[in-house]
């Protein structure tokens, strides 16, 4: 018995140590994580950018957001070129030491999450912002947070976080590129294909960053462990796994395949940014034009003009069809790269039943008579 369990244990460390992202926090990885960190805090105090006012708070506050994502993007990737061409810098070094950085950015996260729930705690202020929300769980707390939007040296910490987890995303993924070409001298047409969709998305997501203000991870949802993970740690580390993946399989994909998974990015592409263009432009001017036409509306407030008269979550369907073209590159020969879509589907429409209800809640009547409009809630046909 005992040596049965010796060999389970034996099993187990043997795993452990093969496994990739179960490896201690290093100093060096804690050390790049503040410099990258204080980059964006010093970035979003002194580049240019947009200031956004935030929606109407249920006080008649209005937070403004420095939407400085692009030149920050942009700046940190020119520093990243030229310290590589002329001082030797390693962009290797992030897909070689991907366990190492997991660990410490997990190790983070739980510390922010604890700070924010003692700052929330301990606020007195009386704002929508900033006032605590106790249920009187410290679990349930940490877990959601107490707080809709806390402060960091007059910043907005939910929206600068997430701009950290997005850039960190597309971070992640040039050094993968980096790590192919320095094991075979050259990119894949699938790992071209999948590095090239993620990038046009992420630089999509800075240019448009004023359109995050609208959305409701920014202003329905308290800042807590829950949105610290999903954005520094969830996003950069799971939403990159096509990319681990075609460093270490060999994809032969045919023209037609690749030209078929280009349409798909199109299209995703198409509806995604065209469905929240125009949600976040009726939001802010109710008489803009929705397709060239006056938008149309039920009880004045539900939008049924464009994509969002052909789908209640129209802006769900491209977002899906976007995640489905950066797993196509990989083949079907396994269901791991297509990890990411298959979460996507199952949170949206989880999120979209809970969006659901508080809006039957919230509209009542007039939410019954837009449903009757708008039949389908995602898939136009299907769902």
Known sequence: M?????????????????????????????LLLVGYLSFLIIAELVLPGKRILG?????NTRIVYRCTGFSSTILLLALLGIGAKFLGLPLTVLAKNCGQ?????????????????????????????LKPHVTGSILHD?????????????LDFKFFWIRAGMMGWLLINLSIAAQQIQLHGNLSLSMLLYQSFVAIYVLDYFWFEEYMTSTWDIIAEKFGFMLVFGDLVWIPFTFSIQGWWLL????????????????????????????????????????????????????????????????????????????????LPCGTISMVPY??????????????????????????GVWMEYCKVVHWRIFPGIY
């Open 55 to 59: 929606v109407i708070l249920p006080d």
């Open 339 to 364: 990890f990411y879509p298959i979460y996507l589907l199952v949170l949206l429409i989880w999120r979209e039943r809970r969006d659901e209800a508080k809006c039957k809640e919230k509209y009542k």
């Open 142 to 154: 940490w877990w959601f947070g107490v707080q809709l939007n806390p402060q960091l040296l007059g």
């Open 101 to 129: 950085l997991f660990t410490t950015t997990l190790c983070l996260c739980i510390l922010v999450s604890w700070w924010l729930l003692a700052s929330g705690y301990t606020s007195k202020s009386k704002t929508s912002s």
């Open 2 to 30: 005992a040596e049965a369990g010796s060999k389970v244990a034996s099993m187990i460390l043997s795993a452990v140590e093969r496994c990739p992202l179960l490896v201690y926090p290093s100093s060096s990885m804690c």
């Open 248 to 327: 270490k399989h060999t994809v032969d994909l045919t023209v037609f395949a690749a030209i078929l998974n280009i349409i798909v990015f199109i299209f995703g592409y198409t509806i995604f940014r065209g469905s929240n263009r125009q949600k976040h432009l009726f939001k802010k001017d109710p008489k803009a034009l929705i397709w060239g036409q006056p938008a149309k509306t039920i009880g004045g407030k539900l939008l049924v003009s464009g994509y969002w008269g052909i789908a209640r979550h129209c802006n769900y369907l491209g977002d899906l069809l976007l995640a489905l073209s950066f797993s």
